[in-house]
């Protein structure tokens, strides 16, 4: 599964960063908001197998491990259990032009599931009503490779729930 969600903060105008000063905090909280996501999927309708924060400015290592903790730790029901350490965060004291500090995140979530489905059910109408299906067939492609395709992703879909009900199974000894 290799889909990502990326997230930016802060998510702001040129013009109005000189007034906005943010913190580690407020950087770690904006950054795993949905509304500073990438992509239409919202992260807290799916879990995270794997994260990366990559913070940027002059701020403490300490300061930013324990806000990537507290996030985990406040959090832990959008975490899978079954794989240990998901989330890695680094800092780059050199902070991007025209910030102070900024972060970028990158998440594998369950929730990338959504805008699959969307995109799936957005073929399916048009697919029933042969939209825009004479210019594929007329360079030569075939119908069967339309319901090939869908199928791979209701697939990539199933896989994606399957991973996000996963538990972790312990052995008894």
């Known amino acids: 599964l290799h889909f990502f969600m990326v997230g930016f903060a802060p998510l702001t105008s040129r013009g109005s960063q000189q007034y906005v000063s943010l913190s580690v905090p407020e950087l770690t909280q904006q950054m795993w908001d949905a509304k500073n996501m990438m992509c239409a999927a919202d992260p807290r309708h799916g879990r995270y197998l794997t994260a990366s924060a990559m913070f940027r400015g002059k701020m403490s290592t300490k300061e930013v491990d324990e806000q990537m903790i507290n996030v985990q730790n ?16 680094s800092v780059c004291d050199i902070p991007p032009t025209g910030l102070k500090m900024a972060s970028t995140f990158v998440g594998n979530s369950t ?63």
Do not use: C
């Open 111 to 173: 929730s990338i599931q959504e805008m699959f489905r969307r995109v799936s059910e957005q073929f399916t109408a048009m697919f029933r009503r042969k939209a825009f299906l004479h210019w594929y067939t007329g360079e030569g492609m075939d119908e069967m490779e339309f319901t090939e395709a869908e199928s791979n992703m209701n697939d990539l879909v199933a896989e994606y729930q399957q991973y996000q009900d996963a538990t972790a199974e312990y052995e008894e000894e």
């Open 74 to 89: 406040k959090n832990s029901s959008y975490f899978v259990e079954w794989i240990p350490n998901n989330v890695k965060s």
